[in-house]
């Protein structure tokens, strides 16, 4: 099975973006940009580490679990699945869910295959989740 080039850290609202890329190459031993990228998402105090670099993820995470600053940070790491779900904000009120599935798998907005939509027209958003086009060959 293909390992997901990212790591998911929660509670990261402690450490603030610089300082959590320090940290990332610290642990790593890889340098930000040219290995690997980090994007932070404040509303769900979580960031979102992808490896350019190919690196045993699930090791890093370990590497990452027994870290005296994450710990002290109070952050936890994940592999990310490769199912990838994204949540999508300002949604029109009445778009149906067939058009939302659509659009996310047209190839030239930059989608794939979707296996779920779920809507929540009272946010105006929607969860996308895409299939794991790898996975399933």
């Not at 994007?39 to 679990?65: G, H, L, M, Q, R």
């Not at 490769?82 to 996310?104: C, M, R, W």
């Amino acid at each position: 099975a293909e390992k997901s080039p990212s790591v998911v850290f929660e509670n990261v609202q402690h450490c603030s973006p610089k300082c959590l890329r320090m940290l990332l190459e610290n642990i790593s031993g890889l340098a930000v940009d040219d290995d690997f990228t980090v994007e932070t998402i404040p509303e769900t105090n979580a960031a979102v580490a992808t490896f350019i670099k190919s690196i045993d993820t699930e090791e890093f995470v370990k590497k990452c679990s027994q870290n005296k600053r994450v710990k002290e940070f109070k952050m936890t790491a994940r592999v990310l699945e490769l199912t990838q779900s994204i949540k999508v904000e300002n949604i029109p009120a009445g778009i149906s869910t067939d058009y939302i599935t659509v659009y996310f798998e047209s190839v030239r907005n930059g989608g794939g295959p979707v296996s779920d939509v779920q809507l929540f027209p009272e946010e105006n958003s929607a969860i996308i989740t895409f299939c794991d086009h790898k996975g399933n060959a």
